[in-house]
């Protein structure tokens, strides 16, 4: 287990102050992690010492792991066509299960955060153009 700080996104992006974590798997300062279920925090250091957590060590909780931004367009005739989703998953195989669950198979194609900047949607940003939009993307939850 590594000890970690992390900031909490607040749209996306890191705010507020450091809150002190373990994780199960060695991060870098920068990663994404999911805290929990529903929170998503972004590493400010790795390698705390332990002695900063000594009078509460037993109250510091685990989080999930590492998570990445992927993105899913929509195709020519689609419902959504001319915009996309990004979904926050652990690997690809999960953010392609959850835009099944919310999407079905009415999307186009599926992007790492990487491939998307390096592709024509990122060349069309970097030039202040807007190429699609971003649609809210909520993960669907069965009714028990």
């Not at 996104?9 to 279920?37: F, M």
Request: hydrophobic share 35%; charged share 30%.
């Amino acid at each position: 287990m590594y000890l970690i700080k992390v900031r909490f996104l607040k749209d996306g992006i890191a705010s507020g102050r450091d809150y002190t974590y373990w994780c199960p798997e060695e991060v870098a300062v920068c990663d994404y992690i999911q805290i929990n279920e529903n929170m998503r925090g972004q590493v400010t250091q790795i390698d705390v010492p332990e002695s900063e957590i000594e009078s509460y060590k037993d109250k510091v909780k685990t989080v999930i792991g590492k998570t990445q931004k992927f993105i899913f367009t929509f195709g020519e005739g689609q419902e959504y066509m001319g915009h996309f989703v990004v979904v926050w998953a652990n690997n690809d195989t999960i953010a392609r299960a959850d835009m099944i669950s919310a999407y079905g198979n009415k999307w186009a194609f599926q992007y790492t955060e990487d491939e998307w900047k390096a592709g024509e949607h990122g060349k069309a940003a970097a030039l202040g153009l807007e190429v699609e939009t971003e649609i809210k993307f909520e993960k669907k939850v069965e009714e028990k």
